[in-house]
């Protein structure tokens, strides 16, 4: 158990709609990080917080976004769905701000976009 | 732009063999370089990870082997057994760098045969 938790596990819904996800860091992790999976395209990642600002942007769609709240929990937001967001989302935690420390990540969201 | 190139893609290996990943980086700047594990079902954690002041790294079965001239790094997990098999991922990050984001390679999905 890494620490990290995600929810929802899955997640069934159409095109179009907007979906949230939600991820809480290992206790003590400031930074939080949201990272797509997909069959052909591996570990692409999206976005990093710290301490409640953004960090750092990967290659993240504009109909998505994210914030880290006070509490560091962290929301996904995917609007706008396409049937191409289907994919395992995972969130990662690490102490410091840079991503060369070691990554927590939980066991992922798993959105299907029908 | 793939910056990280990981190969093979899928590995099947006998128990008790050797299985051998490899990456190699482009960015010369690159100083940190870990591996992930990731099992069905779960996200990656990290397995082991090197830095370019050693050509070698070594954690029970587990080693990385390093060649900074070639600009390439490599997993070898000894004595494969089939609780290895999982999906491995290399990376590399510049510890040094304002963006210090893990840039990752595409995966390698190991089967240990009993």
């Known amino acids: 158990d890494s620490g990290v938790t995600q929810t929802p596990k899955h997640l069934i819904t159409a095109t179009g709609q907007r979906v949230t996800l939600r991820c809480s860091p290992r206790?003590?992790?400031?930074?939080v990080y949201w990272y797509q999976q997909s069959l052909d395209q591996g570990l692409q990642f999206l976005i990093q917080?710290?301490?409640?600002?953004?960090?750092a942007k990967g290659n993240i769609l504009e109909r998505f976004s994210a914030q880290q709240f006070p509490d560091l929990h962290s929301e996904l937001n995917l609007s706008s769905l396409e049937l191409g967001d289907s994919a395992l989302y995972f969130c990662?935690?690490?102490?410091?701000?840079?991503?060369?420390?070691?990554?927590?990540f939980g066991e992922g969201s798993r959105l299907t976009v029908l | 732009q793939q910056q990280v190139k990981q190969s093979p893609q899928s590995l099947i290996v006998q128990k008790g063999g050797i299985s051998i990943i490899n990456c190699a980086y482009e960015?010369?700047?690159?100083?940190?370089f870990p591996w992930y594990q990731q099992f069905p079902g779960k996200g990656p954690a990290l397995l082991i990870a090197?830095?370019?002041d050693v050509s070698e790294k070594k954690e029970g079965r587990f080693t990385i082997s390093f060649n900074k001239s070639a600009k390439q790094f490599s997993l070898h997990i000894m004595d494969s057994q089939p609780g290895d098999s999982a999906t491995y991922f290399c990376?590399?990050?510049?510890?040094?760098?304002?963006?210090?984001?893990?840039?990752w390679g595409l995966g390698t999905s190991l089967a240990v045969n009993p």
């Open positions: 990662a935690s690490s102490t410091g701000t840079g991503n060369t420390g070691e990554l927590f």
């Open positions: 206790s003590g992790d400031l930074s």
């Open positions: 917080y710290y301490n409640g600002e953004e960090r």
């Open positions: 960015n010369t700047a690159f100083d940190y």
């Open positions: 090197i830095r370019p």
């Open positions: 990376a590399a990050a510049n510890e040094h760098s304002n963006n210090r984001k893990l840039i």
